[in-house]
């Protein structure tokens, strides 16, 4: 955190905030000494609290609505990718760098969850309750159904078959990219939101680093076992989307991508831009598109035990 850089940003808009905190000179000497005591994870607690003491108010409803928003999500692929790591020989994970990967993206995820559970009570707001999850899909968002059920069951199977990686990687994509999408779609409600829009962009970008690797997982998969890896046949899977293919041999999946086709950016069509032969295929994975909280709300419904 460049404590400098924001207060700095701050100060162009509220030019009396240290007038409310104090010299800038003790501002900066307190922040540190106080940093130099704290894990990371604690740091936005500490910024959170300074900023109500400058203003007198917690992160308004809108900013914590959106930040509990996305800690939904991540809890959501957090425990997801938890789970995953302790059944890697039911699932079928090789040993190795897909083992590694999975991890990593594990291990990033939790960060999330803790940084926007810390963020979120720092500036005085009430971080949302994890869900009940059922990540075999089969909530219907009204009344709770039969747990490990669904359709999905075998992503996080405790009983080993050699189809499970196949259908683990297809889920684990789906959150990727519908996680991708929901930042983006939620991000333009931050604008206002001071530094939060830097911190939910910071995981955005992660999220789709994440979303690449696993497609690129996917993609190993089927050319060593496309039996078992849920592409369809003659797909090619990309680290992107192309148009709203999903790259998965199951329509269950398809309103994560669905919207994603288009071909238009601010009014331009990008078919054939300037004589350019851009076809609709490479126009579309040029841009990603948003997806809306409803959108997202009902992708995740199935998987959140009401």
Known sequence: MNLENILGEIEKVDPEIYDRLDTRRKVMQRFKSVSGRLALAALPIAFGSMLKKAYGQPATATVASILNYALTLEYLEAEYYATAVSRF?????????????????????????????????????????????????????????????????????????????????????????????????????????????????????????????IRQMRFALNTTSPTTSLVPTGVTVKPWITLNQSGIGSTAVQATYNGDEVVTQAGVTITGIGGSGVSANAASESFDEALDATAVLAIVRPFIVP
């Open 89 to 213: 020989t039911s699932i079928g994970v090789p040993v190795g760098a897909a083992q590694g990967a999975i991890r990593k993206i594990a291990d990033d995820e939790a960060k999330h969850v803790a940084f926007l559970r810390a963020g979120l009570q720092g500036a005085g707001a009430t971080p949302v309750t994890k869900p009940t999850f059922d990540f075999s899909g089969n909530q219907n968002g009204t009344t709770p159904q039969p747990i490990g059920a669904g359709p999905f069951a075998a992503a996080l199977s405790t009983t080993f078959n050699a189809a499970n990686y196949g259908l683990f990687l297809a889920v684990a994509q789906t959150f990727e990219d519908t996680g991708v999408r929901a930042y983006k779609g939620r991000a333009k409600e931050l604008t206002r939101g001071g530094d939060y829009l830097t911190y939910a962009l910071n995981i955005h970008s992660v999220e789709a680093r994440h979303a690449s690797h």
